[in-house]
């Protein structure tokens, strides 16, 4: 069974102090690694997909990378606007287009 | 652009009501989703479909039913509503080709008490 587990559950920064999520996964074959931002009382809003190992990608203050076991994404510099839960899900190959996801690490940017 | 629209956004509900939660995406998505997601806790597929006529079980589709009669129209049944139903119920669509991110709707908060 896949699992998702993300960390850590809460993340209070200052503006501009950069930091990292972490996601890790255990897939029996990984098609790709899913980050979403969602914000209080929407969905969550697609970031980045990741397809293998050594992949980067990047998005203003936000830059994803992936591993064989985990995906970190930092936030570099962070602002008020960064505040939000990010979400982590991974695609297995044998799953179809399905989604697992993690439980999210809600980051909170103090001004 | 409405893109994924869920409807109603709140409802309370007693036990044993019965409901239907309503989605609709206007990208001509083939494939469909019904997550919830509970505090603290990932989003657990309930049902998916792959285009019309076609929906499948997912993680947990205990207390629900659904149909996709259109590309557009995917409605989640709750039967007998009980209080572990009670959660945020988000839809999702996708084209369903290659590494497609899901489309979000805001979801609908229930509360069955």
């Known amino acids: 069974e896949d699992q998702v587990t993300q960390s850590p559950e809460a993340l209070r920064l200052q503006e501009g102090e950069s930091s990292s999520l972490n996601c890790s996964y255990t897939?029996?074959?990984?098609?790709?690694l899913f980050w979403y931002r969602q914000d209080p009382g929407k969905g969550p809003e697609f970031l980045f997909t990741?397809?293998?190992a050594g992949e980067e990608k990047e998005k203003e203050r936000l830059k994803a990378t992936l591993t064989k076991k985990e995906s970190f994404l930092h936030i570099t510099a962070p602002k008020p606007e960064d505040s939000a839960t990010y979400l982590c899900a991974v695609q297995e190959r044998a799953a179809g287009n399905k989604l697992t996801f993690g439980g999210g690490t809600r980051v909170l940017v103090k001004p | 652009n409405a893109g994924v629209t869920q409807t109603p956004k709140f409802r309370i509900l007693k036990i044993g009501q019965s409901m239907t939660l309503q989605c609709a995406q206007d990208?001509?998505?083939?494939?469909m989703y019904w997550y919830r997601q509970d505090p603290g806790m990932g989003l657990k597929l309930i049902y998916y479909s792959v285009g019309a006529g076609i929906t499948d079980k997912g993680e947990v589709p205990n207390g629900y039913n659904v149909s996709r009669s259109t590309t557009e129209d995917f409605p989640l049944r709750l039967e007998l509503a009980a209080p572990s139903q009670t959660s945020v119920y988000f839809c999702?669509?996708?084209?369903?080709?290659?590494?497609?991110?899901?489309?979000f709707g805001n979801g609908t908060r229930l509360t069955v008490t």
């Open positions: 999702a669509s996708s084209p369903g080709t290659g590494y497609s991110p899901l489309h």
């Open positions: 990741l397809y293998s």
């Open positions: 897939v029996s074959g990984l098609r790709g």
């Open positions: 990208m001509n998505h083939n494939y």
